[in-house]
């Protein structure tokens, strides 16, 4: 299979090296990066089925400035909310593509891993089955690939984890203990797939690799960059100095705001993303955690 990657990011630059083992495969970028296959982007878009692979804030300025041809096929490999239109990443794809030629990829994949030939599990999210099974055909042995058609779940699984992941780094970096990081994700976990049934999202992609997989990998581990993130607030940086001295994206730090403000309009109860939100905004971490153990009347569900 011919696939063009559009983003040389750490995600776009491992899923290269990662289909390269078995496809013939390009890539482009803003800038010029040492890479095989490296091309314009006028060469990537002769081609049919492409990968984007940006931080999310930019991807709907990116599909304004760059049109899409009806031909194309498009998997999208961000995670992410756009905190401007507070629209999910596949509604704003739905606006340039029809829904039968779009997927969108998910689940546990830390690029320093997948770079290294490490295994792991993902999935291919699309209302068209047989544009899941190419895309997901074209991985390589040490990364199976399932399929599924709960757009919606995939999209805010892979998004809402990021917020959990900055949650999982505050705990961990207050040194609350491992009593607190299980708590803390089981009710993160609960609260992603509360969010989530409200704009139709299936449970069970919440207790599969898209939702309790990517949770768990991300909020627990220092190569997140989002956990890094909560690391450095507990740590009392700010989240601009936490975000320059990172150097790459955290998309959390931005979904935090988008999941706060889309909660607030749909009364939907999320008590982790919105301590997260208001700790980016500045409050004390330690507060946030008394104000999260004080007992709520909607607390008593799914626990
Ligand atoms: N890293 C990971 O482990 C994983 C990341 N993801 C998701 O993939 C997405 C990208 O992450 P990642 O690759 O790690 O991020 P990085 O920060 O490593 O790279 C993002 C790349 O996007 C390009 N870019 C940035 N701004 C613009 C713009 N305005 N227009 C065009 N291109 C731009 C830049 O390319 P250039 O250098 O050429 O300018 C940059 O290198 C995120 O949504 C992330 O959550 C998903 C799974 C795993
Ligand atoms: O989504 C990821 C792994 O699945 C990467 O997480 P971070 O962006 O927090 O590094």
């Not at 009806?70 to 029809?98: C, R």
């Not at 792991?120 to 991985?139: D, H, M, P, Q, R």
């Not at 993160?188 to 309790?212: N, P």
Request: glycine share 8%.
């Amino acid at each position: 299979m011919k696939i063009g990657i559009i983003g040389a990011g750490k995600w776009g630059t491992a899923l290269h090296f990662a289909l390269l083992q078995k496809n013939e495969v390009y890539i482009t970028s803003r800038h010029k990066h040492n890479l095989t296959n490296f091309v314009s982007l006028e060469e990537i878009l002769t081609l049919e089925y492409l990968i984007l692979v940006l931080p999310a804030q930019v991807i709907r300025e990116w599909l304004q400035a760059h049109p899409l041809s009806p031909h194309h096929k498009v998997m999208l490999a961000s995670k992410g909310i756009d905190i401007k239109t507070k629209k999910f990443l596949n509604q704003i794809l739905e606006e340039y593509l029809p829904l039968n030629h779009l997927a969108f990829l998910s689940g546990p994949s830390f690029a320093a891993e997948v770079s290294k030939g490490l295994p792991t599990a993902v999935v291919v999210n699309s209302t068209n089955e047989n544009l899941a099974k190419k895309y997901a055909a074209a991985f390589p042995d040490f990364m199976k690939a399932y399929i599924s058609d709960d757009i919606v779940g995939a999209e805010i699984a892979g998004a809402y984890k990021n917020v959990i992941a900055i949650a999982g780094g505050i705990c961990d970096g207050l040194q609350l203990g491992n009593n607190a990081r299980a708590a803390l994700l089981a009710r993160g976990l609960v609260e992603m797939d509360r969010f989530a049934e409200r704009f139709g999202a299936k449970k069970e992609t919440f207790l599969g690799l898209s939702g309790a997989g990517d949770l768990f990998l991300t909020a627990s581990s220092k190569l997140s960059r989002n956990y890094r993130v909560g690391l450095g607030l507990a740590q009392g940086k700010k989240v601009e100095e936490i975000l320059k001295e990172l150097g790459e994206v955290a998309e959390g730090v931005y979904t935090a705001r988008a999941i706060y403000e889309i909660a607030k309009e749909y009364a939907i109860y999320t008590p982790i993303a919105n301590e997260v939100y208001r700790i980016l905004q500045g409050k004390d971490p330690k507060q946030s955690i008394i104000d999260l153990l004080e007992r709520n009347e909607n607390d008593s569900s799914n626990c």
